[in-house]
Structure formats: C-alpha cells, structure tokens
C-alpha cells in the first residue's frame, strides 16, 4: 500500500448518505459544475490536480450475476477521490480552513458528518472513513498542480515567442525575448525529486 | 457529462471480486500481492499503454460503518476500485489498455467476477462499462491538455529555465543565434516518457493523519 507517489497523494473516502438527501447533493453538484465562479476557491487552492466525488445509489453497484451476491443496502455511498499535492495533514487543514462552506455543502448529508469546523473532529470523521489505495500511478511524479499550470504557460509562450521573433533583426529579437523572459519568469520554478513527507 | 472535464475523462469503475471461500490465498489478496509488486515508473501497465494522467487501483473491502444512530451494513461483496484521470474518448483508452497490456488486466481482473479477459477487446470494453459508475463532480486543475502535451510542456519548462539562466547579458545577435538552436534541439527532443522520475523507497509514507 501506498497513497503516494511522487508529489501527490491518493485520498480515498467513502459516506453513508441517506437516499432521499442524495438528491440534493445532486443538485449542488450540478449547480457547482454550471456556474464557475463558485469553484474558484478549489481552483485557487491549486494543490489538487484531479478530483472527484461519485454517488453510488443502493441498488446500482455493478451486478454481474454469475455468484455475485446482489447487493442489500439501505444507504446511498459518496465516494470521493482525490490527487493532491502535499500532506494529508497539509490538505485538511487547508480545505477546513479554505473551503468550510463547500465541504459542509457537500458533506453535511452524510451521516454524522460533524462539519469542517473545528478542524479536529473533522480530521477524525476523514481517517475513520478514509480506505488506503493498493495502487498509484502518476504519468508525471515530479510534478505539482501549480507546476503543470506553470509549464503550460510557458509552453504557450515560448511558442508564441518564437513565432513572434521570426524574421526580427537582432536588436528588436532582444526587445521580444526580455519581453518573454518578464512573461514566464514566475512560471520557471523546477520541478524535482518530492520530499519524504510524514 | 459528469465524467468529463474538458477534454480528460474520469472514469470509475467498480468490479466485484470472486467470493471463493476454496481460493487460497482469497481472490482479494491475490489482487493486493499483484498491485504491490506492479512497478508504478516507467514500466507501469498505465505507461506502458497511452492517455493516462493519474490512476489508482484500491481494493474496497466494505462500506464504513460511521457509528451510531447510523445503521451498519456490509456489501456482500468487495470490489476492485478503478479509478482513472486520462485523455478523451473511454472507448480509445480502454482499447489501449486491453491492446497494450492485457496480461496485466487479465492477472489483476482475472479475480473479479463475469470478467472475459482482454484479448477480446470488445468484450473487454463492454465488462469495464458495465461495471463503471458515472462521476457525479469532476475537478481536473488541467483539463484541456494531453499527457504527451503535459511531460512535453514540463521539459520546455527546465529547458526554458536552463536557457535564460545561461544566457543572461549576451550581446543579441549571439542570443537570437543560440535561440534558434535551443529551438531546433527541442524540437528534435523527444517527450519524457510517462512515469518516469519516479523514486522507488524503502520507507513507505502517506498513511492517515500524517
């Protein structure tokens, strides 16, 4: 087991819902996925590269038949994954401090979900509820959120750069290129090796 | 669609595992033993085939049970959890998979029930979709690039660095010369491959509540 591999951590969870509340669950999510403004804060917080919250109603886990036993539950299931940057200590304290109002939102029709805030109890709800992943994988392992941001911009500039100072006499190419330079300066921090992180 | 986010997809796939109480070691652990000893660098079966990003193999053993007032139950099976951040359509994906690591699918889902094997491939992509759940909210902080687009765009971010820092109060004919063969050389730079920069450790981190 591990949960991480390089710079990012897998987070998985798993809540309890009562069925008739996953309904309104589904109507925040659907609310929070039109309007984008509302997920600025998740933006913002750039240390997730990839996120994701999965309803499983009681009656439609995967039935194959063929000696599967057919499923008895009384509860709907949120399942949530996550690939974040950092600690696990790191990423609750953010989301407690950072994103009360939106994990309450989410987690509130979840049984017993005591709230993001105080930070204590709701770090205790996470690991009861957390499960360990047996496999991870991750195409860049050096790499942050902010360092795939950081390269794309870079990588649009350069491009941009370079078409840009086709033709362009050397005094004029030296005037683009500072211009360039001043364009991706805050995007060039490197990438590397991740820390032993406890 | 929930299950994309611009162009990178999300997929969830949960497939119940064989029950065998004559299985020894039980079809759970078999899973678990082959999931520890998978590289997870270069020559990971998600390198190894095209489009994935990040991606994570779990072995659910049950529902939490949270504590009372709340109910306990159990499922009557434990499932294998899939769960995938690649590049656009599933179908292409899971061909992939299935075309160009299939005796790692076959020896990790040879444990869960109903499951056909990967050398048919139509048959190995109907399974994957039966068994998958929609993502009700998906988050990608990146969502409109490819994996080759990412390892290529992180290479040009070091070379980048490495270019200006060494080229700082040349004269500009020298500079735009040097350029242009920074440009030719980066060209002709292969992609990183995917996975690689991965350090294999002894120690292993990242339980709970640290």
Known sequence: ?198 | MANQSGSVYGLTILSPIIDDQKAVPSHDLQIRKYLAELPVGVDSPFALAPGTHLARLVVMDDVIYVGMPACEEHLKSKYLVFESNCDGDLESYLAGLAKTVPHHLDAIWGHCVGYPGARDVDAFIGYMKACQIETTFYFAAVNDKSVLQTLRALQTQRAVADFISEHQGHDPAHLQQEFTGFMQKLDSTPAPKPGAGNIERDIKTGGRNE
């Open chain 1, 1 to 198: 087991m591990s949960n991480i591999n390089g710079k990012v951590y897998a987070m998985n969870a798993i809540t309890p819902m009562k069925p008739w509340k996953t309904w309104i669950l589904r109507g925040f999510f659907l609310v929070l996925g039109a309007v984008k403004p509302l997920q600025a804060d998740l933006i913002n917080l750039s240390f997730i590269e990839f996120a994701r919250w999965v309803i499983i109603p009681r009656r439609k886990l995967p039935f194959l038949g063929d000696g599967q036993k057919p499923e008895d539950l009384q509860y709907d299931y949120l399942l949530f994954f996550s690939n974040f940057n950092g600690t696990w200590n790191q990423y609750i304290d953010a989301f407690s401090a950072v994103l009360s109002k939106g994990l309450n939102a989410i987690w509130r029709w979840s049984e017993k979900f005591p709230g993001s805030v105080p930070v204590t109890p709701f770090k205790e709800y996470i690991a009861r509820l957390q499960f360990d992943t047996d496999y991870y994988y991750t195409a860049y392992p050096q790499a942050t959120a902010n360092d795939l941001k950081s390269a794309h911009t870079v990588q649009s500039a350069l491009e941009s750069f370079a078409k840009k100072s086709e033709g362009l006499g050397p005094q004029q190419f030296r005037d683009e290129y500072l211009r360039f330079v001043i364009e991706v300066q805050a995007h060039l921090g490197e990438t590397g090796e991740a820390p032993v992180v406890f």
